[in-house]
């Protein structure tokens, strides 16, 4: 009986994650959708956006034990379970860190707009994010980027937010929808700086915020 009920529970797990990539899918292609009609109405010509470099979970999830290799051991980082609002776990002993972790393929410069080298884009549902008492569900919010034309070669840019950073973030943004669903562009500029690129009207920096994991390495050795 225990046996079942551990491959119910799998199967469980699996189908739900399934259901969350659906829902992501859709999220990605409704702000393909309306990236591809910025486009074109701030230009005469017709561009079709086409994503590249795409990126599963489980090379996502090695690229964050690569970025934390000599600092976090890699038998201490997994993937939460649903019930633990999937996303990563770093565990130091009985304690740990969840991150929220989304990632992308990206758009070249001729794609979406012209001042980047390269944007991915992710989607999180506000209720995600924080629950009704407006907590934050993780320690940490991480976008990862494949901007590597080479399927087997990933080559991901990270950015990664405390609490608080996240938070500012968000203040620089509203919720769309039925689903209170926010969108992140994030890439690399031509003149060499990082920034979310969904806000047109104005440079949202994120500097910072690139590769970001000192703050997290701190907060795993404040653990133990």
């Known amino acids: 009986m225990e046996k079942l009920i551990l ?9 739900s994650e399934k259901v969350d990539r659906l829902n992501s899918r859709i999220d990605e292609l409704e702000a393909v959708e309306e990236a591809t009609g910025t486009a074109n109405a701030q230009s005469t010509s017709v561009r079709k956006t086409k994503i590249k470099g795409k990126i599963s979970k489980n090379e996502l999830v090695n690229g964050v034990k690569d970025a934390l290799a000599g600092q976090i051991p890699a038998n201490n980082i997994r993937k939460g379970t649903r019930r633990e609002g999937s996303g990563l776990i770093i565990t130091n002993g009985e304690r ?9 393929g990206y758009y070249g410069k001729d794609d979406v707009s012209e001042r980047m080298q390269y ?18 569900n993780y320690d940490f919010f991480v976008f990862g980027i494949n901007h590597s034309d080479e399927p087997d070669q990933p080559h991901i840019e990270f950015f990664v937010f405390d609490q608080a950073q996240f938070k500012e973030l968000l203040k620089q943004k509203k919720a769309n929808g039925a689903n209170r669903v926010y969108y992140f562009y994030f890439g690399e500029t031509t003149d060499g700086h990082y920034i979310d690129d969904r806000e047109r009207d104005k440079t949202v920096l994120v ?13 795993y050795n404040e653990l133990g």
């Open 7 to 15: 491959e119910l529970q799998s199967r469980v797990l699996y189908l």
């Open 96 to 104: 740990q860190i969840k991150l929220c972790l989304r990632g992308s």
């Open 119 to 136: 944007t991915g884009f992710s989607t999180i549902n506000e209720d995600t994010i924080m629950d009704e008492n407006g907590q934050m």
């Open 207 to 219: 500097d910072a915020e690139h590769a970001n994991w000192d703050k997290v390495v701190r907060q």
